[in-house]
């Protein structure tokens, strides 16, 4: 390491805890990723690394994600666990974050295959959620996540963390929503539009084309803009007494039933 920081007053480490405000991100071009593996991930996809910190009193290498190599790093800082602690955003803490540079995420930059799933999310407000949905594309294999007119930032430290590092791992695209609709209809993808009153479940469509699943906020719903575009609106069956599903609870059951016809009309 090129320095040991030992005190949480160090400008170091109060510049690093600015970056948790969206402002402070956008104004710096830089984003914190905590955990090993997220770092690896984010090496892995390609993304410029800024900086190192690790705390060697509790730092544990792995094989699977081994520490990448100290040449990708411009800077490198030990820390102290206390200062650590001050830092981390996980109770259970792995002892290592890094800065790194976020990308574009242009629609033009997807690449597609001839008969792509997608997950299109509007507005969606909680990183929390957005963390959620990200992961359960990676898990269904989805070719691609539009993200738009997002309420909340991608590289917020709690869709990171929620993610555990699938903001890596996906393809995303961010943009407003009449260029998303474009996009679609330009490449001749099928739109299905979640909607609390639509005439048919989800499970009597059939996703095994070209398939745009779209889920908006939950408070909100999709915006009329969508409702008028989207090819097809679908709704969930719904037994309890309220009317209302988490959306990444939501999106998990529609990519995982495009999955699973998928999976059975290829065997």
């Not at 005439?199 to 939950?218: C, D, I, M, P, R």
Request: proline share 4%.
């Amino acid at each position: 390491m090129h320095e040991t920081i030992t005190s949480p007053h160090n400008p170091k480490i109060k510049n690093l805890k600015k970056l948790e405000k969206a402002s402070e991100r956008k104004a710096q071009n830089l984003f914190v990723i905590e955990g090993l593996r997220e770092v690896v991930l984010a090496q892995r996809a390609g993304y410029e690394m800024d900086s190192l910190f690790l705390c060697e009193e509790i730092f544990v290498p792995s094989k699977e994600y081994p520490l990448p190599q100290s040449s990708i790093f411009n800077f490198q800082f030990s820390v102290s666990k206390p200062v650590y602690d001050s830092l981390a955003y996980r109770e259970t803490t792995e002892g290592i974050i890094a800065t790194a540079k976020p990308k574009k995420h242009l629609l033009e930059n997807l690449q597609l295959r001839n008969n792509p799933l997608v997950l299109v999310i509007e507005a969606v407000e909680k990183p929390g959620n957005l963390g959620a949905m990200l992961r359960t594309c990676d898990a269904a294999g989805a070719d691609a996540v539009i993200i738009c007119h997002p309420k909340t930032d991608i590289y917020n430290p709690n869709v990171i963390r929620s993610s555990i590092g699938t903001v890596f791992t996906n393809q995303i695209a961010v943009c407003e929503t009449e260029e998303a609709i474009a996009f679609l209809k330009q490449h001749h993808i099928k739109t299905y539009a979640a909607e609390l009153n639509a005439a048919k479940f989800h499970y009597e469509q059939n996703f095994t084309g070209s398939t745009a699943l779209v889920v908006g906020a939950e408070a909100t719903g999709l915006s009329n803009e969508w409702m008028n575009a989207a090819d097809e609106k679908i709704k969930i069956p719904m037994r309890g007494k309220i009317d209302s599903m988490n959306v990444s609870v939501s999106a998990g059951i529609l990519l995982f039933e495009a999955l699973r016809q998928r999976e059975t009309l290829n065997h």
